[in-house]
């Protein structure tokens, strides 16, 4: 009996490798949209993030979402995700 391999993501933030279900996916909509992906399936370029908020200031202070979006994240884009990333923390 063979085991399911478990697929691993490495965090923008913090560069640990841990499993993709403990991870938060942000992804970049071929419309240009910056969005967290809860699903982990949309469509777009993808990275991930630990769902702490200290991973999530170290991305945005290192512009790791720019590097890994490959593109430029702006200063409302931010704020729209923090919000979101606020909301995925309460629930």
């Given at each position: 009996?063979?085991?399911?391999?478990?697929?691993?993501r490495k965090?923008?933030?913090?560069?640990?490798?841990?499993?993709?279900?403990?991870?938060?996916?942000?992804?970049?909509?071929?419309?240009?949209?910056?969005?967290?992906?809860?699903?982990?399936?949309?469509?777009?370029?993808g990275?991930?993030?630990?769902?702490?908020?200290?991973?999530?200031?170290?991305a945005?202070?290192k512009?790791?979402?720019?590097?890994?979006l490959?593109?430029?994240?702006?200063?409302?884009?931010?704020e729209?995700?923090?919000?979101?990333?606020?909301?995925?923390?309460?629930?």
């Amino acid at each position: 009996m063979r085991r399911r391999k478990i697929p691993m993501r490495k965090c923008i933030a913090c560069q640990e490798l841990k499993e993709k279900k403990e991870l938060v996916r942000v992804v970049r909509t071929p419309e240009g949209e910056i969005k967290i992906d809860p699903s982990g399936k949309m469509s777009g370029r993808g990275a991930y993030i630990c769902k702490t908020m200290k991973c999530f200031e170290t991305a945005v202070k290192k512009k790791a979402f720019d590097r890994a979006l490959k593109t430029s994240v702006g200063a409302d884009a931010y704020e729209q995700l923090q919000q979101q990333w606020q909301q995925i923390r309460s629930s």
